[in-house]
């Protein structure tokens, strides 16, 4: 007998205190780091794409890593990486916490096509703005002592 699933996630993590430390000029190469990080965990990335203090994901966690697993390793991983790079000389790491969100199939793309436009997105709406926005449509209340810290 053969099992099947389909688990997608809307994955957010920031710098620490959301501060603006990713440079345009460089955030592909962070993006593709942590792209190898997640093929690396058997698992699938459909779309990544950011701003200066935050990242977006979709991925497809293969069901051997927990999700805190999961994005502890890429959070740990990519920091050590863009440390060493030399090209982010003021990113101190990232957040403690994180925002994973369950996303079905029929929103994919709908997901998608919202990480793609973050650069757009943000030109009317900062990085907290938005974090709100998100955690109320999933119906999470925010705890004012831990938010963006």
Not at 63 to 82: A, E, H, L, Q, Y
Not at 102 to 116: F, L, N, P, T
Not at 117 to 134: G, P, V
């Amino acid at each position: 007998m053969s099992s099947y699933r389909q688990l997608f996630y809307h994955l957010v993590f920031h710098t620490k205190g959301a501060e603006k430390t990713i440079n345009d000029l460089h955030c592909k190469e962070v993006y593709n780091y942590i792209w190898g990080i997640v093929k690396n965990k058997n698992s699938k990335l459909f779309q990544i794409n950011g701003v200066e203090d935050h990242i977006h994901m979709l991925v497809d966690i293969h069901p051997t890593f927990s999700v805190s697993d999961f994005v502890r390793d890429v959070k740990s991983f990519s920091s050590g990486w863009i440390k060493q790079s030399g090209h982010f000389p003021i990113f101190k790491g990232w957040a403690e916490g994180y925002g994973i969100f369950a996303v079905s199939y029929k929103e994919k793309d709908m997901i998608i096509g919202y990480i793609k436009k973050q650069k757009e997105h943000h030109r009317n709406m900062t990085f907290e703005e938005e974090y709100r926005k998100l955690l109320s449509e999933q119906g999470i209340i925010i705890d004012e002592k831990f938010f963006l810290k």
